[in-house]
Nanobody, 126 residues
Framework: QLQLVESGGGLVQPGGSLRLSCAAS????????IGWFRQAPGKEREGVSC????????YYSDAVKGRFSISRDNAENTVYLQMNSLKPDDTAVYYC???????????????????WGQGTQVTVSS
């Protein structure tokens, strides 16, 4: 099973930025659709952003469109989630996931993936 390791979470003030990283050591991440999901206390897990394996095409949920950006660095075997203009509603545990969905929209909408990371906490608060 693919092992994914997230990093970059933390406490940030509203309007601030964070960059999350998702890395793997055993397998090339560009063989998979990679997604970022989040789960806030008392809420269901939701797909935030997913990136295609072939052409790097991204998908963003309406909640983060225009503020978050997903990207790949194949040389580093890492996928990043740049989060700008953070809001308190963005507070959640963020999970990286890898899958083989046909489209990035399908993966982010369904949450059907092959592997999950352990999660990293993002807290947006003044």
């Amino acid at each position: 099973q693919l092992q994914l390791v997230e990093s970059g979470g933390g406490l940030v003030q509203p309007g601030g930025s964070l960059r999350l990283s998702c890395a793997a050591s055993e397998f090339p991440l560009d063989h998979y659709v990679i997604g970022w999901f989040r789960q806030a206390p008392g809420k269901e897990r939701e797909g935030v952003s997913c990136i295609n394996r072939s052409d790097g095409r991204p998908y963003y949920s309406d909640a983060v469109k225009g503020r978050f950006s997903i990207s790949r660095d194949n040389a580093e075997n890492t996928v990043y989630l740049q989060m700008n203009s953070l809001k308190p509603d963005d507070t959640a545990v963020y999970y990286c996931a890898a899958g083989a969905a046909r489209t990035v929209q399908a993966m982010c909408a369904s949450g059907i993936v092959g592997s999950w990371g352990q999660g990293t906490q993002v807290t947006v608060s003044s």
